[in-house]
């Protein structure tokens, strides 16, 4: 008889977005019938309501299969940008990964970025091309391209239909017999890899592991070697993608331990379970480096919680909520941080603004945290001139006066973009206004990769719909950090009904900012709400005011109630309504509600 564990298959499946990933897993979890066709509803790995909602994968998600006596442990991946880093913990996690190439769409930025990731980890990857229940007219040459990119001949390349089901049984017997089995090496000392986490209320963390070597039972106490916090294994098992319960893992496997550990913050993701301190650490992860900060702050009237006393309580619980999102999404940053206008809140560091976007749904979703959001800002480099160690500043507040600046520097990227031929004058342009490098043109089969260096703040701020808008849809992009570059930058302060809004302030490239303060102004009038007096906006740019509208007060029609013809009572009412307004103007408290603040920086809008 085999021996136990080299039946055990570990793979994920890598694409661009929208390529089908989810799907295939559908499909998988079908045929495999791990989960029950009346349950199986689309994208049902992407369990988050968030995903379902967006129609998109962010989170990892882990899945086992029995199929012909083999069991497979599936890792689902998202595809977009923002999220590489949970692509790379999973493919860490495995020794195989599926290829999804859309054949309507054909290799796209994304593609070509995972599969680098995937070699990097030299995972065996088997090539397949989806959605061929669609009239794909080049298939050949999509087939062909796809080959050629992972080395191998064209039959190798599996095509499938993800939607219908077609070859996918195919796909998997391929996965069954390329992907090497793990090595497995029961008799060595418990190691395992903790490659993702989330918080549970009875059971506390619950971290998910790649055992590497030894067995771990339930009762058995293990220790993490980065906090050496330790801990009764509560209980432990397998993803169904549910958490399914069994007595032990084992080298090879993939699955779950229930640690019963309150704080969250004991546990890291990348860190090694061992049974016994001392133990050589498994390579973890890098950390990945937050470039886009923004602060939070909690919106008036407070987070729907059920605890009377707010403030301090309120703070406290923010705080616990971020402790426990980080377990879910380690790429996550946060550091406390005070403003005068909202009060105690945190500065959050993130890889990117969908990131960003979507731990604000998260906290709000899954915490009730209604919060507001300052404009986001990527981390700058300043030397001052009476000290010598360059500062990082990620907190417009924190800007200091331009006659302290020696000089400063920005984050650069490295940009990859695939598209159509047709669209390249329009995309080259884009580049130009966006400050873009370095342009090189290379040809990828019938379309082109346009590389180039970008400031990452022209990068987060609309350059992807941009590019999306531009390109019909067709081009597509990744990116990563290449380093700080010398630039010239000025802050913008947003002074609304004479007081300095911090939270709006922003600091931007110094040729752009007047330009840019005139929009962020017209952008306010349109989206403040009208007040029962007239706001003054203002702009404040290199010590001096460079934009101002005003927002016209709320007109409440006083006179609706009085009617026949009683001109003077009339007159009297519009009196004491003028009067009321200045009273308003003197006491002007102005409030800015939160969603006015998402909105100024969201480009939509
Ligand atoms: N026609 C067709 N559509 C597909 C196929 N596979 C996936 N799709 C659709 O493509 C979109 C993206 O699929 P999804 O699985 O979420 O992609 P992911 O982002 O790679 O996980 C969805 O609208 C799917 O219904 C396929 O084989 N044929
Ligand atoms: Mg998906």
Known sequence: MEEKGKNIRNFVIIAH??????????????????????KLTPQYLDGMNLEKEHGITIKMHPVQMNYNGFILNLIDTPGHVDFTYEVSRALAAVEGAIL??????????????????????????????????????????????????????????VLISAKTGKNVDLLLKKVISEVSHPIINKELPFRALIFDSHYDDYKGVIAYIRVVEGEIKKGEKIVFTASKAKSDVLDLGYFIPELKSKENLKSGEIGWVATGLKDPGLVRVGDTIAKKLPIEILPGYEEPKPMVFAGFYLAKGGPVSLVKKKGEQDFENFRYSLSQLKLNDSALYFTPENSEVLGRGYRLGFLGMLHLKITQERLKGEYGLNLIVTHPTVPYKVLLKENEAAKIITNPSEWPRSDQILSCEEPWVKMEIITPTEYLSAILKLINTSRGEDINTLSLFDRLIITCQIPLEEVIKDFYDNLKSISSGYASLNYEISGYKKTQLEKLEVILAGKTFEGLSRIIFEKKAEREARSLALKIKEILPHQNYPVSIQVKAFGRIVARETLSALKKDVTAGLYGGDITRKMKVLKRQQKGKKRLLDQANLQVPPEVFLKIFSKSN
């Open 17 to 38: 977005i929208d390529h089908g990933k989810s799907t295939l897993a559908d499909r998988f979890l079908e045929l495999t019938k791990t989960v029950s066709q009346n």
């Open 100 to 157: 999804l190439v859309d054949g309507m769409q054909g290799i796209q930025a994304q593609t070509l970025s995972n599969l680098q990731l995937a070699k990097e980890q030299n995972l065996k990857i088997i090539g397949a091309i989806n959605k061929i229940d669609l009239d794909i007219h080049d298939l050949e040459n999509k087939k062909k391209e796809l080959a050629d990119l992972l080395d191998t001949t064209i039959d190798n390349i």
